[in-house]
């Protein structure tokens, strides 16, 4: 099994940052590709950013592109998300999740977090 537990959220204005956490338990997560995705209210939930297994590809959500930035450290079982220029739309809870491969596409979960709420006021 592998827990992943989420951090960083919070309340920032527009134009503010944040960086997210996703600190893995357990089972490595050092061999997987690791995610972001997001659910805001009323809304399903969608694909933020994905990493491969060692960092050297990533792929990004057309909304956050130029924005976010996704990050992994395997050493320490950890992966980020800086968000920056941060708009009412990214207004959600977030959730990071960890492949049933290594690379980035195709990107299945198979874990999930708890989540992360991020609030963005205008």
């Known amino acids: 099994q592998v827990q992943l537990v989420e951090s960083g959220g919070g309340l920032v204005q527009a134009g503010g940052s944040l960086r997210l956490a996703c600190a893995a338990s357990?089972?490595?997560?050092?061999?997987?590709?690791m995610g972001w995705f997001r659910q805001a209210p009323g809304k399903e939930r969608e694909f933020v950013a994905v990493?491969?297994?060692?960092?050297?590809?990533?792929s990004y959500a057309d909304s956050v592109k130029g924005r976010f930035t996704i990050s992994r450290d395997n050493a320490k079982n950890t992966m980020n998300l800086q968000m920056n220029n941060l708009t009412p739309e990214d207004t959600a809870n977030y959730y990071c999740?960890?492949?049933?491969?290594?690379?980035?596409?195709?990107?299945?979960?198979?874990?999930w977090g708890q989540g992360t709420q991020v609030t963005v006021s205008s």
């Open positions: 999740a960890r492949g049933g491969g290594r690379y980035t596409f195709p990107f299945a979960p198979d874990y």
């Open positions: 357990g089972r490595t997560v050092s061999d997987y590709a």
């Open positions: 990493i491969n297994w060692i960092g050297t590809s990533t």
